[in-house]
């Protein structure tokens, strides 16, 4: 999707238009076309522009375009305005690597400032995944899709890989509960690790497991939950390292074998794994058989032979190694939630302003940040439907039952969401632009 497709977005007009005037040959070259009034397109063309000059290091040039999109930056403001801040904030960070004193030279791009990042309550986080249907949409195309590959399983264990504290598994407890010939016995674990992203919730993993067999007992349900251990992550409440994550990932990996997992011979096993494939590193230097770390997960994965694994992301690919190239491809991509905030939340609202900060820290890790700091590394749903068939897995596709239950889903929500088919992928969309995949599979030579 291109900026200059939102043509609904009406042009920010400068607070201080002499800056068109500015004396600068190649800064003029940057606003020529903009007279007077910024939209999403000479936005983008600033952006971009500010990204060459920190590229080739010239941060008197990088400063002038900063100096620019100040004056349009608005925490407050509509979509563009918004979105603005958080890109400035990124482009700020990054220039303050090479040039320790540009930080004090900006506002940041708004009066409040970025939201202190704190930990949710269980409450608290149910009311942020039912924003907008940038997870729910995922939950139920993939506990449909689970729901009907485990069809008159006396066991289920679900592996599960995700970065919203289990709140996907009270819907397919229940639908399981209510199946007509009684529940299978449910059992979930969960890595007692996961990517230092938000939402951080209050509470222990472990809670989280008592919360959800409380939840199965009212359905009858038997239910288990387990927390793969490791004695070298930190204590509750410590956020890991950016830097420390592939150390962690590599120990999880070494811990998921049948033996560890104590997997059941009754048991249909289900992988899912919800935006979190995009952090386990995909640099193949250095490791063993010229395989990275990414594709050594899913290798270890079809190995525990599941009965269905479900892939949901993000449908966006912001691994270039370019700082433009990401630069143009997340302007483009994160207006979709910002837009969609923006049609039913009040500017200073603040879960809107807590979940657009969490974007933010998106924005700014893919911008700002290089090497094992930058942990964003998404891949579009081709590339990743490609990375699985390259893995030996092959493409479930889903029913049209559950077709309709993710419909129905976005019935209760504003009229701008839709979903689409895409090959065997089920796309969310917003406006007409893909937002969301989900994908099934299951490893070639599966056994029944």
Not at 9 to 33: C, D, E, K, M, V
């Amino acid at each position: 999707m291109k900026a200059e497709l939102r043509g609904n977005t009406p042009p920010i007009s400068l607070q201080n238009p002499n800056l068109f005037a500015a004396p600068q040959n190649s800064l003029s070259g940057a606003l020529r076309g903009c007279l007077g009034n910024l939209d999403g397109a000479c936005i983008e063309k600033l952006l971009l522009h500010c990204a060459s000059a920190l590229e080739s290091n010239d941060v008197t040039l990088a400063q002038q375009v900063m100096w620019v999109l100040n004056n349009v930056a608005s925490s407050l403001g509509d979509t563009n305005q918004r979105l603005t801040s958080w890109f400035l904030r990124a482009l700020i960070s990054r220039a303050s690597r090479v040039c320790p004193n540009t930080a004090a030279t900006f506002s940041g791009g708004g009066s409040s400032g970025g939201v202190p990042r704190r930990l949710m309550t269980v409450t608290e986080l149910a009311g942020y995944v039912d924003l907008i249907p940038w997870h729910r949409f995922g939950f139920c195309a993939a506990n449909s899709a689970i729901f009907n590959a485990i069809q008159g399983c006396p066991a289920v264990h679900v592996l599960d890989f995700s970065i919203t504290h289990c709140m996907q598994w009270p819907t397919l407890i229940d639908a399981l509960a209510k199946r007509p010939e009684g529940p299978p016995s449910v059992r979930i674990t969960v890595p007692g690790f996961r990517p230092p992203v938000p939402p951080f919730l209050n509470v222990t993993s472990e809670e989280v497991g008592l919360r959800l067999a409380n939840f199965a007992k009212f359905g009858d349900v038997p239910f288990e939950f387990n927390v793969i251990e490791d004695s070298s992550l930190p204590t509750m409440g410590e956020i890991i390292s950016k830097e420390s994550c592939s150390i962690y990932f590599e120990s999880l990996l070494s811990r998921l074998n049948l033996s560890m997992l104590n997997i059941r011979d009754d048991e249909a096993l289900v992988v899912n794994f919800q935006n979190w494939l995009r952090y386990l590193p995909d640099d193949r230097n250095g490791m063993a058989r010229n395989m990275s770390l990414r594709d050594a997960f899913l290798e270890v994965i079809k190995g525990l032979n599941p009965r269905i694994v479900v892939v949901v992301d993000d449908y966006s690919d912001l691994s270039a190694s370019t700082l433009t190239s990401r630069i143009t491809t997340c302007f483009n991509y994160f207006w979709i939630p910002f837009d969609a905030l923006e049609t039913f939340l009040p500017k200073d609202n603040h879960q809107r302003i807590e979940y657009e900060s969490d974007i933010g820290q998106k924005i700014e890790d893919i911008i700002a940040s290089e090497g094992l700091q930058r942990i964003e590394r998404l891949e579009s749903g081709p590339k990743l439907s490609q990375r699985m068939k390259s893995s030996g897995f092959l493409s479930l596709p889903f029913v049209e039952e559950t077709v309709k239950e993710v419909k129905s889903l976005l019935d209760e929500h504003a009229s701008g969401w839709g979903m689409k088919r895409e090959e065997d992928m089920l796309v969310l969309t917003w406006k007409g632009h893909n937002s969301v995949f989900a994908t099934a599979w299951f490893p070639n030579g599966v056994e029944d």
